[in-house]
């Protein structure tokens, strides 16, 4: 907590309602807005949770800069029956981000057979004490607007997948270096 104190408890981060859950009495609950204040730290594991802009992201990577991951997820039908064994979500496509019965979130939820989840992520880069948000490659690229030559040069000899932390945290440090 920002006040210093310690608090132990069984959590979990929920990437569907994006919230950090805890368990209270059996019951599972989330921290809510005006707690999030109050909290500095969550430690799930070796995995370390701060507070950006009302959410809960991890951070990845400490130095001169930071980088932040938000994970989020999307629930999605898998779609209907198609020929030839396949499906389609044509028409009947649904996306759904958040689940609410009576105006609270569902946590114990076990998702129907036909609804699937897509876990994607969205990384954030604190530098100079700017923050700046990217959801791609393309994004990323316009961050290093000034250092175009150097950008191509090292996508050309390495590969970097968006999908590969490791992989961006090497890139953005071989770009700061630079």
Not at 57 to 83: I, M, N, R, T
Request: proline share 2%.
């Amino acid at each position: 907590m920002k006040s210093g104190t310690r608090n132990n408890a069984v959590l979990n981060y929920n990437s569907l309602t994006e919230e950090m859950i805890f368990e209270n009495n059996g019951q599972k609950k989330a921290i809510g807005t005006d707690e999030i204040l109050l909290v500095d730290t969550v430690f799930i594991q070796d995995r370390k949770f701060v507070a950006l802009n009302g959410k809960f992201v991890e951070l990845v990577f400490h130095s001169k800069w930071d980088l932040y991951v938000e994970h989020k997820c999307k629930v999605e039908e898998q779609g209907k029956p198609a020929g030839y064994g396949g499906t389609s979500q044509t028409g009947a496509a649904t996306s759904v981000s958040s689940l609410y019965t009576q105006g609270r979130v569902v946590y114990d939820l076990k998702l129907p057979d036909d609804y699937k989840t897509k876990p994607y992520f969205i990384y954030w880069l604190k530098k100079n004490e700017n923050l700046y948000k990217f959801k791609n490659m393309r994004e990323l690229k316009k961050l290093y607007d000034d250092k175009k030559e150097l950008y191509k040069k090292y996508l050309k000899l390495n590969r970097v997948n968006y999908q590969d932390q490791e992989g961006i945290i090497q890139f953005i440090g071989n770009m700061e270096s630079n």
